[in-house]
Every structure is written in C-alpha cells, then in structure tokens.
C-alpha cells in the first residue's frame, strides 16, 4: 500500500510539473507568435484579441491590454470587444491561478507563506478581498500582485473569477467605446503601447537589479 501511495505522488507530481510547463509554453508561443509576426498585429479578426488576453493578462504581463482595445474598437461595438477580450481574460486567470499554485505548494514557499509581514496582508486582504478584487481589476492599479496573493490567501478560484468578470468587463467597455468614439490613429496607439511596455517592465527590471546588487553586496 505504502509503495502505491508512493507512486501515485509521484505520479501527480510529475502531471502538475507537465501541466505548469505546457500551459507556460502555450503563453510563451502566443507571446512569441504575437512579437514576431506582423500580420497579426495588424489583423481585425478577434480570435486575435481573444488570444492576445493570454499574453496580456498572464502573470506579470509584460504587453498592455489597453492599446489593443482601442484598435478593435475602431472596428467592432464596445459591448463585443469587452465580451470577447474578458473571456480571453476569464481563461488566462484561472491559468494564473493554477500556475501561482503550483508555485506556492513548492517546498521553498513554505517559509515565506508563513511569514507575519506575509500573514498581515492576507489578513488585510480577507476584510474585503471580493471588493479589493473589483477596485484592482477596473482601476489602472497593477493587478498581477492580486494573482499571487489569492492563491496565498486560498481565495476560492470561483469567487476570483467573478470578480475578474464583473470588473474587467466594464473596465474593457470603456476602453471600447473610447476607442470606438476617438477613433485614435494607429500611429498615435503604437505610440501608447510602447509607452506602456516601457511603464510596465522598467520597474520590474530595476526591481531585479537591485536585488542582485544587494545580493552580491551580501557576499562580498
């Protein structure tokens, strides 16, 4: 019995391990494919603003949403353009959601999910995470720290989907409909996204260096 236990572990941890790498290479070749090939990033079709949510909206996105609905609200009715971009959405948080936990049930988190810094913003986040969920995704505040923190908090995956649902539809109408009513040139939205790529991931950058830096401060 104990041997078959064993196996069975063993067996699950390997399709946990399988199942985290395919859904991160399935992100990555959606990321690729869009960077890479420029007809894509011109077409009007939206299957392709279904798929860019998963790029857009997985973990730390490093490409904006908001460019990419401005440009399909040239072209579609806010209302189509929210639903289809928040059921891209909708998938990529549960894949969130399965990835940070898989993160969290490692070993090396163990420490860290024990922490009282760690205790006390789960705590905070328990007075109103429904609410706290809401504000984060319709807001420009930076979402993906609610991602880690749901599954750290054992927020149910139901409940966090609802919330995506009812506060990036509305946030992604809005986006529509300006897009839709402005009518902003393409040259003015390549703009925007660049702005943005750059806003987005500069300070995660200098986040990174400035731990190696202490890091290696440490060692010598």
Known sequence: MGLQLNRKKTLNSKLKILFFILQVCFVLVLLVLWISCESFQKSKNLWILFFYSFPSEFLIAILPHEPILLYFGKFYTPLTIAFVAVAGTVLTE???????????????????????????????FYKAPFLAL????????????????????????????????????????????????????????????????????????????NRRKQKQNKLS
């Open 94 to 124: 549960v894949l969130n959601y399965s990835v940070f936990k898989f993160v969290t049930d490692l070993k090396i988190f163990n420490k860290i999910q024990h922490k009282k810094a760690v205790n006390k913003i789960i705590n905070y």
């Open 134 to 209: 809401w504000i984060a995704g319709f807001t420009p505040v930076p979402f993906y720290p609610f991602r880690f923190l749901v599954v750290m908090a054992k927020y149910p995956l139901p409940k966090y989907i609802l919330a995506v649902f009812l506060s990036r539809t509305p946030r992604f109408f809005i986006l529509a409909w300006f897009g839709n009513t402005v009518k902003i040139p393409d040259s003015l939205l390549i703009g925007l996204f660049v702005v943005l790529i750059i806003s987005i991931n500069v300070p995660l950058i200098r986040n990174l260096l």
